[in-house]
């Protein structure tokens, strides 16, 4: 039982790339989410699922798109890199609403 | 906007104090408000959680107490350790999960 696994831990991009973040979760979880997390800021929603097939935006959308193909994996792709993007990417799951997330150990990316 | 304001932004407690972190929210649709404790480097980590028609829980040396009419609710730390030095995260939930700003807590030996 891995919990929630993210790829890469570390990744420098430049200006203007695209990437892909990978999360994947082996618990059979129905939600999943990402955040980002910045220095004074909290952890702050980008995109979230409540199921395979069903994703909606959180707070911080713009520049991120997902996609929810099956229940384990949750992919956040970065459509054209900027340097606002720098930031620390925190994949989390949970079984239902009411219930505790668990979190990946985060991708750490920095847009040069 | 953020939707959970949590405060004191840091805190210094000496070893074997009480450390409390103090949260409110305005949503009156959260139904579930739990706590995470981060280390450096590390993911954060769920600590403890509440649900609006309880008053307080505890688990070991921590406990939360929920003001359900204030919209408040409150990390309370007892008998502070140096390994509970870390970042603390108040958090409100329906269907999404909303963070606080974080609390930076120091436990001074």
């Known amino acids: 039982n891995a919990g929630v696994t993210q790829t890469p831990k570390f990744q420098v991009l430049k200006t203007g790339q695209s990437m892909t973040l990978q999360c994947a979760q082996d618990m059979n979880h129905e939600y999943m989410s990402w955040y980002r997390q910045d220095p004074g800021m909290g952890l702050r929603l980008i995109h979230y699922s409540v199921g395979a097939g069903i994703t909606d935006q959180g707070e911080v959308p713009n520049g991120y798109n997902v996609s929810r193909s099956t229940t384990e994996d949750f992919p956040l792709r970065l459509l054209s890199a900027a340097p606002s993007q720098t930031s620390v990417y925190f994949c989390?799951?949970?079984?239902?609403?009411?219930?505790?997330?668990?979190f990946g150990s985060g991708t750490r990316l920095t847009v040069v | 906007q953020q939707q959970v304001k949590q405060s004191p932004q840091s805190l210094i407690v000496q070893k074997g104090g009480i450390s409390i972190i103090n949260c409110a929210y305005e949503?009156?649709?959260?139904?579930?408000f739990p706590w995470y404790q981060q280390f450096p480097g590390k993911g954060p980590a769920l600590l403890i959680a509440?649900?609006?028609?309880?008053s307080e829980k505890k688990e070991g040396r921590f406990t939360i107490s929920f003001n359900k009419s204030a919209k408040q609710f409150s990390l309370h730390i007892m008998d502070s350790q140096p390994g509970d030095s870390a970042t603390y995260f108040c958090a409100a939930s329906n269907y999404k999960l909303s963070f606080g700003a974080g609390t930076t807590v120091t436990v001074r030996a």
């Open positions: 989390a799951s949970r079984p239902t609403a009411n219930y505790g997330y668990t």
């Open positions: 509440i649900r609006p028609d309880v």
């Open positions: 949503n009156t649709a959260f139904d579930y």
